[in-house]
């Protein structure tokens, strides 16, 4: 599969490390940790935008995730996962992430599908001005 995935189209980047417990049977990461590499990453974005880790008040839900794999992992590596805001709707927005080896390979291309929540309401609200400042930045 052909791709043009660069880091340094990423300024969001957070860097991680592969477990033991990640391999599968066949000694490579096995596909359902990539999820959990992205989530880790996405949290981070979290705190970044200033929102809070509870079922309280105004917060993000994920509607959707989508994941291309496009390499191997094998353990252990390092990895670093690129981040962008890609697209902002009225109340939901997208995040492209993409996990490049410690050689700078795109190992996979998730896109995440958010919605900016109120807990309090059970509604979707307005996308957040820090998420809008990242996707305009």
């Excluded at 979290?46 to 880790?53: A, M």
Aim: glycine fraction near 4%.
């Amino acid at each position: 599969m052909k791709n043009n995935y660069k880091l340094e189209n990423y300024s969001l980047q957070y860097k991680l490390e592969t477990r033991w417990r990640d391999l599968d049977a066949f000694q490579h990461v096995n596909n359902a940790e990539y999820a959990t590499y992205i989530e880790t990453a996405r949290v981070d974005l979290f705190k970044r935008w200033g929102i809070q880790g509870t079922n309280k008040g105004k917060s993000i839900i994920m509607a959707s995730l989508k994941i291309d794999y496009l390499a191997q992992l094998k353990h252990p590596s390092s990895m670093t996962i690129g981040q962008r805001v890609s697209r902002v709707g009225s109340t939901s927005f997208d995040i492209e992430s993409i996990i490049f080896d410690e050689n700078n390979n795109p190992i996979c291309y998730a896109l995440v599908v958010a919605v900016c929540f109120d807990f309090d309401t059970q509604k979707p609200v307005a996308v957040y001005n820090s998420i809008k400042d990242d996707f305009n930045g």
